[in-house]
């Protein structure tokens, strides 16, 4: 029985995930801020008793931690970590009051997947069976976006930090997977106020990013279509990119009045 932790899984691509991972017979830990929706999303799967859930928010690494070990205890190892806990608002630098708001992205989307997959190594290098850490990025990392320099910038940390993590622990046989979504409905991206081209139903991209994690995939951007755009983005010139995306609409500030 596949052994599966995952961050943010109380809504959106956390939830959908869970679900595909217990429709396939895995065993769960579910990590999230918001008890009530963990507790709804646990009814809701095949076999609750199996999974455990853990109401915390990530910044706390050490409550991560804990919940780490309550995890590793209880089922002896762990198969698959996957750091999907991430936030996202518009930010301007010129702005004071959105330094926080800075502060909050880069610590949930980006400190809080090394506390999750932490924890696990040293278990994880004493296991054989297939083991996967997987870090959520975006197409968002590709190229920093006017508006959300703190989101962009939080999902290139995590592309790089994985793929110094995956050279890390190759030796170890353990496989590090970075899938990165384009546009999947989500309440996340229900709250843009701007065209988002592939838009892919969460359930649909879930049953996607699990197939890439099964198979070790180092990178992964679902769907494919987006993809091709990531291709384009990083070969485009800055004059060209500059051109192209400097009045591109900005995703609506958290400090915003």
Known sequence: MTRVFITGASSGIGAALAREYAARGAVLGLVARRRALLDALLA???????????ALDVTDHAALGAAAADFLARHGGADIVIANAGVSHGTLTEYPEDQAVFDTIL???????????????????TQD????????????????????????????????????????????????????????????????????????????????????IDAGDSYRVIPWQMGLVAKLLRALPNTLYDLAFARAPHKARKAAP
């Open 44 to 54: 809701d799967l095949p076999h609750p008793e199996r999974h455990s859930v853990y």
């Open 107 to 125: 610590a949930t989307n980006v400190s809080a997947t090394v506390a999750t997959f932490a924890p696990f190594i040293g278990a994880m290098k």
């Open 129 to 212: 069976t297939p083991r996967r850490l997987v870090g959520i990025g975006s197409v968002a990392g590709v190229r920093g976006l006017p508006g959300a320099g703190a989101y962009s910038a939080s999902k290139a940390a995590v592309r790089c930090y994985c793929e110094a993590l995956r050279l890390e622990l190759k030796p170890h046989g353990i496989r590090v997977v970075t899938i990165a979504p384009g546009y999947i409905d989500t309440p996340m991206t229900q709250k843009n106020a701007y065209p988002m081209p592939f838009l892919m139903p969460v359930r649909r991209f879930a049953a996607r990013a699990v197939t890439a």
